[in-house]
């Protein structure tokens, strides 16, 4: 049937649509063209790099956290079938990785990378947008490369990297609330910094920047507004936080355990406010400063060295009071407690990145606007230095970014922690093993519930809770114990390691009593001998005859006599 001169001329619309789209899609600028150029090459050295901590075993975090995304996934309760001291956002973030990657430790690491380039790339473009697309590239290179900094824990798969994740969507959103005044955007960027909060505790600051950037971008533009604008923005964005809120309370609610998250994450948090003091948590901070910049000093210093020129006049104010506030609220999310441990650090990362961005946006603006430098390529070599100096810091680093040795990255990073132990001898279980042998760990190491795929017959399964000076804790040992012997685990692994449990002084030796009783039921059939400083020796059956441990830590593994 002939086509009419309507439907014609409807093709020809759609066409011309289609043609334009296109030639907005391949007319970018240089700068863009550049950026995007090395971006994408970019994503193709995180997928280099990091696919190389595919088989890297968990620290005692890592594992409890994906344990418990597994375990939401089979329909057990938060706070009462497994708890944390966290909002529930963390176990729903876990049980979504692990729910589309597996439940394997390559699975796991597999999905923290997509993570990573996702905040990468939401960083990225919210830098692009802020500055411009060359400075967009100074913030990528910056989180990709600061965020695999061994020492805030960067090639792990610890909840701060979904903090980062949800605040880099944040300042994604934010970047859009400058340029545009549709209301979509406040509560995008609510939406996004409620998730960091409900993530971890921590981004509850996070969260606050947000809503304190909404008041200060109002009030230092040079265009005057309507106070009701304001108000409106401030509701809406609001609202995008106490939503997230709302709707993870209300899930915790419908599955009939809401008293015992106020429980976990409220009254057990306290007990520990002033556990350490500020001249004692001074030091550590100083320590991890150290430990953290020691190789990466080049991309602190860069971004840090923005502060000096964000006061400069050709800085807008509204910019200038955004990146001193979320500098600030980024640094404030590693205070809480004074430990200062490294994978707190990851949660500065975002504003770390941002700021980078900004220092070559300042640099440029000023030497251009204040100082008469009109060079045309300024930009351009900048942005060759800073690549120059970033692939010399790879090369510097070429053993930890392409070949790593996992023992070695383990102990210099958490010295003697048995993190290397826990996977050997979870994977001499798993060979010798049925899937409905059972399984108990005495000792802080719950990844071994993860790596063998097998259940703790207890809700408590990170064990230094049971051990700690808590008012609850005898109720909890003599729960463990009854759990313990009605399930009657097949293997029984007991760390006799002073951190892996984790014991508190003037807590009751109940559990450790009972041990020594109940293990009359099994049969010693492994041994780890870790001695600091050296490779630890395995022993296993035969080999226990004559096997003597030179350490005082030492794991012992158990099978139940028939």
């Avoid at 473009?125 to 965020?147: H, Q, W, Y």
């Avoid at 406040?186 to 920047?209: D, Q, V, Y």
């Avoid at 290397?420 to 899937?435: D, T």
Wanted: contains cysteine; charged residues 15%; hydrophobic residues 45%.
């Amino acid at each position: 049937m002939a086509k009419t001169t309507n439907d014609k001329s409807k093709d020809a619309t759609a066409t011309a649509a289609q043609a334009g789209g296109l030639k907005k899609y391949f007319n970018l600028t240089q700068d863009e063209k550049i950026s995007y150029s090395i971006v994408l090459a970019l994503v193709f050295l995180i997928v280099l790099i990091r696919s190389k901590f595919y088989e890297i075993p968990f620290e005692r975090d890592e594992g409890a956290y994906s344990y418990y995304g597994k375990l939401l996934l089979e329909g057990k309760v938060p706070y009462k079938d497994f708890y944390e001291q966290k909002f529930p956002g963390i176990f729903y973030f876990f049980a979504m990785i692990v729910a589309i990657f597996g439940d394997t430790v390559k699975g796991m690491h597999m999905g923290f990378m997509v993570v990573n380039i996702l905040t990468m790339l939401f960083l990225f473009f919210a830098s692009k947008r802020l500055f411009s697309p060359l400075a967009g590239v100074i913030t990528a290179v910056t989180f990709s490369i600061v965020s695999l900094t061994p020492g805030l824990s960067g090639f792990t798969v610890q909840g701060e990297h979904a903090v980062a994740f949800f605040t880099s969507i944040g300042l994604f959103f934010y970047s859009y609330t400058v340029t545009h005044k549709h209301w979509k955007y406040s509560l995008l960027m609510g939406l996004a910094f409620g998730c960091a909060f409900m993530t971890k505790t921590s981004g509850m600051f996070l969260a606050l920047w947000g809503g304190i950037v909404t008041i200060t971008d109002f009030y230092f533009t040079k265009e005057k507004r309507p106070f009701k604008e304001l108000l409106i923005k401030g509701l809406i964005y609001s609202a995008g936080v106490l939503f997230v809120i709302g709707f993870m309370f209300s899930l915790i609610l419908l599955k009939g355990s809401f008293n015992e998250m106020l429980f976990w994450t409220l009254e057990i948090p306290q007990k520990y406010v002033n556990k350490i003091q500020w001249e004692q948590g001074k030091t550590y901070l100083d320590y991890m400063y150290k430990a953290i910049t020691a190789d990466y000093k080049f991309f602190w210093a860069h971004a840090f060295f923005a502060l000096i020129f964000i006061f400069f006049k050709n800085i807008k104010g509204t910019t200038r009071v955004a990146m001193l506030t979320l500098l600030g609220f980024s640094c404030i999310t590693i205070f809480p407690g004074y430990y200062f441990y490294g994978h707190y650090w990851i949660q500065i990362l975002p504003g770390l990145s941002i700021l980078a961005g900004f220092m070559f946006f300042a640099i440029n603006t000023t030497l251009s606007n204040r100082f008469g430098i009109k060079w045309s390529k300024l930009p351009y070599a900048y942005l060759a230095i800073f690549i120059v100096v970033s692939f010399m810091h790879l090369n510097k680093k070429k053993d930890y970014y392409f070949n790593p040795n996992y023992d070695r990255i383990l102990r210099s990073v958490y010295g003697n922690n048995p993190f290397p132990e826990a996977m050997g001898i979870s994977n001499y279980i798993n060979a010798n093993s049925k899937p409905e042998d059972g399984i108990v760990v005495m000792g802080s190491e719950p990844q071994i519930y993860f790596y063998t795929k097998k259940k703790c017959p207890s809700r408590h399964a990170y064990f230094a809770a049971i051990v700690d000076n808590v008012p609850e804790h005898k109720q909890w040992q003599r729960e463990f114990v009854a759990d313990v012997e009605k399930a009657a685990p097949k293997y029984f692994v007991f760390f006799n390691h002073q951190i892996s449990l984790f014991v508190q002084p003037g807590t009751d030796q109940y559990v450790f009593e009972w041990y020594n009783k109940y293990i009359q039921n099994y049969n010693l059939i492994g041994c780890v001998d870790m001695v600091d400083g050296y490779a630890s020796t395995y022993a296993w059956k035969e080999q226990l005859a004559n096997f003597k441990p030179q350490s005082q830590s030492v794991v012992y593994i158990y099978e139940r006599k028939p």
